[in-house]
């Protein structure tokens, strides 16, 4: 339990800094949206479900990738407009960080929640159905940033950020799929020995 209480420390630490003083309050808002949903739902059904430490830990990550998203906006991160002038790049790319973990984290809690619940019973097309629903989500995401941006105008136009790519829609998506296919191929093994412990 300490470890939880570690990472919920840091969590609400890094969600005030997010919104205090944020570049854009609406997109900082909307940025932020789904971490607090999500610690929410994790809340919610802690003591009917509790994930292994480790895929906690990975949802906290994703929730500072929002939050820094959130506070910075996507397209104005300082250390990736760093990384852009240095390697001569288009565009602030730290929205493709967001969105590969938007594969990646998805990835671990499917995975994890399909394991323990015995979801799916031909192994064989495991993994397929795990990259297909990140894939989905990543999908519908997409579809929310286009409603958004279309319903509030210009004050969406930081939440859509495609800083001119026109390609950004699919750019993400596919993020979002490498991010799914890593993180299954990278942290299975991590995760099944914390699910033995279980």
Not at 28 to 45: D, K, M, R, S
Not at 70 to 88: L, N, Q, R, S
Request: proline residues 2%; negative net charge.
């Amino acid at each position: 339990m300490k470890y939880i209480y570690l990472m919920l420390i840091v969590f609400f630490g890094t969600f005030l800094w997010s919104v205090i003083n944020p570049k854009e309050v609406f997109t900082c808002f909307l940025e932020i949206i789904p971490a607090i949903i999500g610690i929410l739902v994790l809340a919610f059904t802690f003591n009917k479900f509790r994930f292994t430490n480790f895929t906690y830990f990975l949802i906290l990550i994703h929730c500072i990738i929002l939050f820094i998203g959130g506070h910075y906006t996507y397209a104005e991160v300082p250390f990736f407009d760093y990384i852009k002038d240095a390697f001569h790049q288009s565009r602030n790319n730290y929205d493709k960080v967001g969105h590969f973990a938007q594969g990646l984290v998805p990835a671990m809690i499917i995975r994890e929640l399909f394991i323990r619940k015995n979801v799916i019973s031909n192994k064989s097309f495991f993994n397929f159905i795990i990259v297909s629903i990140c894939l989905a989500i990543s999908a519908a995401y997409e579809w929310i940033e286009w409603f958004v941006s279309i319903a509030s105008g210009d004050e969406g136009d930081a939440f859509l950020g495609t800083q001119g790519d026109i390609w950004d829609t699919q750019s993400d998506m596919l993020f979002a799929t490498i991010g799914a296919i890593t993180g299954l191929i990278l942290f299975s093994k991590i995760q099944d020995k914390q699910l033995q412990k279980i």
